[in-house]
């Protein structure tokens, strides 16, 4: 089955810095990537999403990165904000079967 | 309604008895999860349904948990005799395009089993 892996476990920037998430996975039918955030307390919700036939997407401050060949993606988030501090989970799938989700990596920004 | 609903948002419960869940996903949505999240962990798939293809149940951790869902409507989860260490939120989410689309989770049922 898939394995996902999600590096780093923790990570700690200061404000206004930029962050990098990598998350890796195994199964080579994989074709669709999200990235979903967690804000203590509350559900995740989906902040960006990429596809197998894209390299490279970006929302304003955020950006996903793919390699396939390479099995993983990033999540990148430039001009970090207190608000950016949550728990980040990457979840790859296919469209047969469910999203694989990985263990999660808690960012702290630093003041 | 405008999104997913879940309830109870709390639930304390003593250990041995049953408890039920449930979860109202967003109109029209299809796909509908349940997954676990322990306290500072990740989601741990439970259960899927999509449309009226047989339910995927490989995540369920033990034959005390079980899932229903009536057509594309409501679904609810019952945990039977309950363990101290089923102790977690229970998140649903619900999904237009199944797997490979944006996930829409509910608030979560929090359930604490003395």
């Known amino acids: 089955g898939e394995n996902v892996e999600q590096h780093p476990s923790t990570l700690s920037v200061q404000e206004g810095d930029s962050a990098v998430i990598k998350c890796t996975y195994s199964?080579?039918?994989?074709?669709?990537f999200p990235w979903y955030k967690q804000e203590l307390g509350k559900r995740p919700q989906l902040i960006i999403d990429?596809?197998?036939n894209v390299g490279e997407k970006k929302d304003q401050r955020i950006a996903v990165t793919l390699n396939k060949t390479a099995k993983h993606f990033s999540l990148h988030i430039t001009e970090t904000q207190p608000e950016d501090s949550a728990v980040y989970f990457c979840?790859?799938?296919?469209?047969?079967?469910?999203?694989?989700w990985g263990a999660g990596t808690k960012l702290i920004i630093k003041p | 309604g405008a999104g997913v609903s879940q309830s109870p948002s709390n639930k304390v419960t003593e250990k041995g008895k049953d408890v039920e869940l449930r979860c109202d996903p967003i109109?029209?949505?299809?796909?509908l999860y349940w997954y676990r999240q322990r306290l500072g962990q990740g989601l741990e798939f439970l259960i899927y349904?999509?449309?009226?293809?047989?339910?995927?149940k490989s995540g369920l951790p033990s034959d005390r948990f079980s899932a229903e869902r009536t057509g594309e409507s409501v679904s609810t989860l019952t945990i039977q005799r309950t363990q101290q260490e089923d102790s977690a939120v229970y998140l649903c989410?619900?999904?237009?395009?199944?797997?490979?689309?944006?996930?829409?989770f509910g608030e979560g049922s929090r359930l604490t089993v003395l």
């Open positions: 989410a619900s999904s237009l395009a199944g797997v490979a689309g944006e996930l829409f």
């Open positions: 109109s029209g949505h299809t796909a």
């Open positions: 349904f999509q449309g009226n293809s047989a339910p995927d």
């Open positions: 199964d080579s039918a994989s074709n669709y």
């Open positions: 990429i596809r197998s």
């Open positions: 979840a790859p799938g296919d469209s047969n079967y469910q999203l694989i």
